[in-house]
């Protein structure tokens, strides 16, 4: 079964059954029930660390990772990220509210958003926010006000799309013209913010931000956006503007499956360090604090889902089903964007994967599946599946739908599992239900 196991993390025990950090994960199923989503701590530190020890490389003392919340929120990672020395962004107030709650240092967060409301800025103002990255204009009016009101000066950066094709699914392409995030370059936009930003007293203007998509595999758009990044920043420096700090965003691929070959993190942000240095010689201007916002590639190789199987329907002429007690609640990403995924049964981890199945979740929607002709063991109803890559953009994006009660989240440290999030019970799910 070494072809599917992904990291070192995983291993095969003496059961012929599949662990994680060698906690056997047929073990965890029966303690935590299904569906479950299990996540290693030491993978989750193992790739801060990575980006760390990169960006010293790359950037010495001047740099931030700041790790994107939206891809896996829950108190518990916080604590994690922080003593690995990140700083985080986070996206509403509910992101917000869940770092502070877990005691993360306000002053280490970003606030993105492009929809943001009065509420949410106010909250971010008042909670001591280390910066604001404004996304449209009627925010720098709404944002100095609510400033001005608490005599409260901010740092704020502005969301510029570098107009770059990130070759991902257009769903999660966010560099590109046509896209609800930031300002446009080309349109004058970037440049009219710039001026409002100027007249604003409350407003610290100290930078620039872009993210141009999610799950890219290549280093070149990357550099192209730093390119267009580092250009403006000149510019706008040149007019007089202390521009300190440029994020480049997240984005950076992980692997899903057994043939995803991402760039190593060490290479990726090697090459970013001397594309970064090129752009600003290039452009005669100094090299700014440069941030980066990895979310996937810190969580998503890091967790696995636990599954029972429920039933196996071969399909006459067409596909075998083998259907599981989850589905499209707790991981939506093969409805959203056709994601594939690779999988194991855990309780046959020593077997080959001879059947090619497509695994279905169990809502009411023909799409809800979680990969077609997949590889797997022979299943059959009692297995567990476990499918892998899956600590990222799951828990964070799961619902209620058909009323099924989100799963909970079990931390495995050093081959101790803690429930780190707990499964919803059914009176969570009318907890709110007034008529
Ligand atoms: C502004 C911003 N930063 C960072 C990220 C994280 O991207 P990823 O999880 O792919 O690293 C996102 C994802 O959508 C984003 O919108």
């Known amino acids: 079964m070494k072809d599917g196991l992904f990291s070192e993390h995983f291993s095969v025990n003496a059961q012929g059954h599949l662990a994680l950090d060698g906690l056997d994960l047929v073990g965890a199923a029966q303690e935590f029930g299904t569906p479950a989503y299990v996540i290693s701590e030491d993978a989750v530190r193992g790739q801060c660390r ?51 709650q ?46 001005g009101q608490r005599r409260r000066r901010i740092p704020v950066l502005l969301r510029i799309k570098p107009g770059v094709d990130a070759h991902t699914h257009e769903f999660i392409s966010t560099g590109h013209n046509d896209c609800k995030f930031g300002f446009g370059i080309e349109d004058g936009q970037a440049y009219e913010a710039a001026r409002l930003l100027r007249g604003c007293e409350w407003l610290d203007f100290c930078g620039l931000h872009c993210h141009i998509g999610s799950q890219v595999f290549l280093k070149e758009p990357f550099g192209v956006a730093a390119d267009v990044m580092i250009r403006l920043l000149a510019e706008l420096r040149r007019d007089g503007l202390d521009l300190r700090e440029l994020i480049l965003g997240g984005g950076f691929g992980v692997r899903y499956m057994p043939e995803d070959r991402p760039v190593p993190v060490s290479e990726m942000v090697s090459y970013l360090g ?16 440069i941030v980066v916002e990895p979310g996937r590639s810190i969580v998503c190789t890091a967790g696995v889902t636990l599954y029972t199987v429920g039933s196996v ?31 194991c049964i855990a309780n046959k981890a020593a077997q080959e994967k001879s059947e090619i199945v497509t695994i279905a979740g169990k809502c009411c929607e023909s799409g809800d599946l979680l990969g077609r002709d997949m590889h797997l063991q022979p299943a059959q109803r009692g297995d567990v599946l476990c499918v892998f890559s899956t600590g990222a953009y799951t828990y964070s994006m799961a619902s209620n739908y058909n009323r099924l009660p989100r799963p909970p989240v079990v931390l495995v440290s050093g081959g101790r599992a803690q429930v780190a999030v707990r499964r919803e019970s059914y009176a969570d799910l009318v907890r709110n239900d007034l008529l």
């Open 50 to 100: 990575a980006y760390m020890q990169a960006m010293k490389d790359a950037f010495g003392d001047r740099f931030k990772v700041s790790y994107a919340s939206k891809a896996l929120c829950a108190k518990f990672i916080y604590p994690i990220v922080q003593s690995e020395g990140l700083h985080a962004d986070v996206v509403s107030g509910g992101e917000l509210y869940t770092a502070m």
């Open 102 to 147: 877990a005691g993360f240092p306000a002053s280490k967060l970003h606030f993105h958003g492009n929809n943001k409301s009065d509420d949410e800025l106010r909250q971010a103002v008042d909670c001591g926010i280390g910066a604001v990255v404004i996304d449209c204009m009627d925010e720098i009016g709404r944002l100095n006000a609510i400033c």
């Open 274 to 289: 001397d594309a970064v240095r090129q752009s600003c010689r290039m452009y005669d201007t100094p090299l700014p604090e």
């Open 313 to 343: 329907k071969a399909v006459p002429g067409a596909r075998t089903y083998v259907a599981v007690d989850g589905g499209m609640p707790d991981n939506p990403r093969f409805a959203l964007y056709q994601a594939q995924y690779d999988a």
